[in-house]
């Protein structure tokens, strides 16, 4: 079975432009989440989605930051404008947890993003 | 405010030998707590955990230990293989979705 599957794996680009990252949960699996893993912060929430709905998006660093679940297979994370802070590795993760509850949470290979 | 920490970053055991993971937290309003393994260039992967209604919960050569009056818990591998070189997180949840990580721990298993 596939897993999580995120893309790119690998983002490179300038201050001030847009990068979009992208993730396909497990199929089957109605939560998902978005995390951000930096050196000084470790591990960190960004958002959570439950069927397809924002529950909690309070670890979003700022307006720049905006994710998106269109439907239960899709989701995307867009940073406008990126900024050199920005730089982290970006996990996407997902579990079949129902709104709220607790389950193995399955994380996919995350994508390296690096902004000059 | 980390709420979990591991407090050791670095494990070097021979292979055969047990590897002991240390993880603290603060927050006594956690009550679920798992163990992730992760390999470089890749997501981490869940490995095992405990509900704080139990004190030890054991999956083959992995074994997690939970001391909620000191907010204290541990894993042990054992035996130790060259394959479980990899960073381990300690995370932490109030059964809930949110889980708060550890910085990890980098094991090296040396043969």
């Known amino acids: 079975d596939a897993g999580v599957i995120q893309s790119p794996r690998h983002e490179v680009t300038e201050m001030g432009q847009e990068v979009t990252l992208r993730c396909k949960p497990i199929?089957?699996?109605?939560?998902l989440f978005w995390y951000r893993q930096t050196m000084m912060r470790g591990l960190e929430l960004l958002i959570y989605f439950n069927n397809n709905v924002p529950i909690d998006d309070s670890g979003m660093p700022e307006d720049r930051f905006s994710a998106k679940m269109p439907n239960a297979s899709f989701s995307t994370l867009k940073i406008q404008p990126s900024e050199p802070r920005d730089s982290a590795v970006y996990f996407c993760a997902s579990s079949a947890a129902t709104s709220g509850s607790t389950d193995t949470q399955y994380f996919g290979p995350g994508t390296r993003l690096t902004v000059l | 405010d980390q709420q979990v920490k591991q407090n050791s970053p670095s494990l070097s055991v021979q292979e055969g030998r047990i590897s002991i993971l240390n993880c603290d937290y603060t927050n006594s309003m956690f009550d679920y707590f798992l163990w992730y393994k992760k390999y470089p260039a890749e997501g981490p992967t869940f490995l095992i955990s405990?509900?704080?209604?139990?004190d030890k919960n054991e999956d083959g050569r992995f074994t997690v230990f939970l001391n909620k009056s000191a907010k204290h818990l541990s894993l042990h591998i054992v035996p130790s293989q060259p394959g479980d070189s990899a960073v381990y997180f300690c995370?932490?949840?109030?059964?809930?979705?949110?889980?708060?990580f550890g910085a990890g721990t980098t094991v090296t298993v040396r043969a």
């Open positions: 995370a932490a949840s109030k059964n809930d979705y949110k889980l708060s």
């Open positions: 199929s089957g699996h109605n939560s």
């Open positions: 405990i509900s704080s209604i139990k």
